[in-house]
């Protein structure tokens, strides 16, 4: 008799969503039986964040081996630092924002040491996701790393974040929306395969997050939820063993704007109008991604950027480019005409462009 195999996936054993939580991380980690630790922040967190974080540390009697702060995303760098790391090393922590964090989640995916995330913004899903985006032979790619052990975040410091950073984790949270239709589009063309269980996960993290009631986007809950639906998404990736159900097209027109712009945006403000863009394609929830973008205020935001319409319809034609092996949307030429045309044609657009 044929056995058949089980799946085996990773989930974070240690989930703190909560206000003042890096008060209470030597806690949380001592409960968690972790008492020697490597902690990575980021520029200039110590001094806002760092003594609070060493304080809590110490009185849980969880000894610091090294702390430092680290600003690269250098693979050869990185490389270096995790084969230096003490040997009595447990964990790994990255305090800070997605630089410091994809590092010191390499750092522990090298030394296969739990990893420990600590997000001081909410600007995307990387503080929750299985990859880090490196610098590798001097360009940004995405390399494969580990779910983190554990993932903290301290709602008071998130909100404390500049505005930008909550506006690109909304643009990136209702990405999830185009993205699961684009898996399912390809699915239909014979280039994927959907798992259920992770377009489940992902639909049910997304949908909870456009329904949360809010009277400003720095109200507790809604950044709770913010945050929970960030982290759902990154297990839904490790359920599917790809980044499938959190990143289409939407991604795809993003990625392709950090290779042609000299400063791109912060990843999900561009991954937001992206998105708004794509269900306008996909004829698919286009009013309600219009709407969470509306009333947040993340149109008011991305409408002070001066934007230019001509670097994302060069982005829409490179986008196919970017992961040749997919079939989102964007792979067929009819439908790329037709984003290109909805820039000008569609009137939140045109006035995110400055066209109005």
């Given at each position: ?39 990575y922040?980021?520029?200039g ?28 995303v ?101 990405s ?59 297990i839904?990736n490790?359920?599917?063993g ?19 712009l ?39 935001y ?10 994302y ?44």
């Open positions: 008799m044929n056995k058949i195999s089980g799946s085996h996936i990773a989930i974070p054993t240690l989930l703190k969503i909560e206000a003042d939580a890096l008060a209470h991380i030597g806690a949380y980690l001592k409960d968690s039986g972790l008492h020697q630790v490597v902690i922040f980021g520029n967190l110590i001094d806002m964040f760092g003594y609070k974080v060493l304080d809590s540390l110490k009185e849980a009697d969880i000894e610091v081996l090294e702390y430092c702060e680290l600003d690269t250098n693979i050869d760098d990185i490389i270096g630092l995790a084969f230096g790391l003490p040997n009595a090393t447990q964990a790994v922590i990255g305090l800070g924002g997605g630089k410091v964090i994809d590092a010191a989640k390499y750092i522990g995916y090298l030394r296969k040491l739990p990893f420990i995330s600590v997000p001081t913004s909410s600007s995307s899903d990387g503080f929750s996701s299985a990859s880090a985006s490196l610098i590798v032979n001097g360009r940004r790619s995405s390399v494969p790393a580990r779910l983190a052990y554990g993932i903290i975040a301290d709602t008071n410091v998130i909100k404390s974040a500049p505005d930008k950073f909550l506006y690109s984790g909304i643009g990136d949270m209702v999830k929306i185009t993205a699961l239709y684009d898996w399912k589009f390809e699915e239909a063309h014979g280039a994927a395969q959907v798992n259920d269980f992770a377009l489940m996960i992902a639909k049910k993290a997304v949908n909870s997050f456009v329904r949360t009631p809010f009277e400003s986007i720095h109200d507790d809950l809604f950044l709770k939820e913010l945050l929970d639906s960030l982290a759902m998404s990154g839904a490790e359920i599917a790809s980044s499938a159900p959190t990143s289409g097209s939407e991604h795809l027109i993003s990625h392709a704007l950090d290779k042609l000299e400063t791109p945006q912060l990843h999900g403000v561009q991954v937001g109008i992206a998105t708004y863009l794509m269900s306008l394609v996909q004829n698919h929830r286009y009013q309600r991604i219009h709407t969470v973008l509306d009333k947040t205020g993340f149109w008011d991305v409408c002070t950027l001066s934007l230019n319409a001509e670097d319809r060069r982005a829409i034609d490179l986008a196919p480019s970017i992961k040749p092996f997919r079939h989102t949307y964007l792979h067929e030429e009819a439908y790329r005409e037709q984003a290109k045309r909805l820039l000008t044609e569609d009137a939140t657009l045109r006035r995110v462009f400055g066209q109005c």
